[in-house]
């Protein structure tokens, strides 16, 4: 089942605009996670953020979650050029041996 | 900070080749899993290991896959005769007992030509 989905699919800001990504899903979570990548390369972890949590902040992302709308936002703020990548919503069920699932992105490009 | 580690970064093979993709997952984690990702689309489970044996396996891990945790620190992909769809990039990711912090190694690519 699909699950995670983010939109936009692309995104393109000028550098120093915040840059708002969002993520809706469809079963109950344990927890949300977002992952950057760039291009070709690893899935590096961004911030979890738990079912009974609203809003979690690390550095310039702030990430928020809605569970009664089954929803959560990615957003950075004072964007570089150096944040262009694509970045993945993942929910986790949290049960026993329950993969990730991962939506199929958002591909931030921040223009200099 | 523990890192998974996955060989090799790049593998190209051709059609019906047998292929072993390589992880080394941190230590003290005890869950382990494969993902795969092809170009340009979503990341996809494949399968999750627990305990020396498979927990869960999507509809992707069919016959021609399998795994594997041969000397107790590695953690292999095994497929047995690729395809050109096979071509993707492979994530091997692994989390402790208890805990929700997945850590993924910087993938395989693999290449079926």
């Known amino acids: 089942s699909q699950q995670g989905e983010e939109d936009p699919q692309a995104l393109s800001i000028q550098e120093g605009e915040n840059a708002t990504m969002n993520c809706s899903y469809k079963t109950s979570i344990n927890n949300l996670q977002w992952y950057r990548q760039n291009s070709g390369r690893g899935l590096v972890h961004l911030i979890l953020?738990?079912?009974?949590?609203r809003e979690k902040h690390s550095g310039r992302l702030r990430v928020t979650l809605d569970t009664s709308k089954k929803s959560s936002s990615l957003l950075i703020t004072a964007s570089r050029a150096a944040d262009t990548a694509s970045y993945f919503c993942?929910?986790?069920?949290?049960?026993?041996?329950?993969?990730?699932?991962f939506g199929k992105g958002t591909r931030l490009s921040v223009i200099a | 900070e523990p890192e998974v580690t996955q060989t090799p970064s790049h593998q190209v093979t051709q059609m019906g080749q047998e292929v072993i993709l390589r992880c080394v997952p941190i230590s003290n984690h005890l869950y382990f899993y494969w993902y795969r990702q092809i170009l340009g689309q979503k990341v996809e489970f494949l399968v999750s290991?627990?305990?020396?044996?498979?927990?869960?396996k999507s509809e992707i891990f069919d016959d021609q896959f399998s795994v594997e945790r041969p000397d107790g620190s590695n953690f292999t992909l095994k497929i047995r005769s690729t395809k050109l769809e096979d071509s993707a990039m492979y994530f091997c990711?692994?989390?402790?007992?208890?805990?929700?912090?997945?850590?993924f190694g910087s993938g395989t690519r693999l290449t079926v030509v």
């Open positions: 990711a692994s989390r402790p007992t208890g805990g929700n912090g997945y850590t």
């Open positions: 290991f627990y305990n020396n044996e498979i927990s869960e």
């Open positions: 953020i738990r079912s009974n949590e």
């Open positions: 993942a929910t986790d069920e949290g049960s026993g041996n329950t993969p990730l699932v």
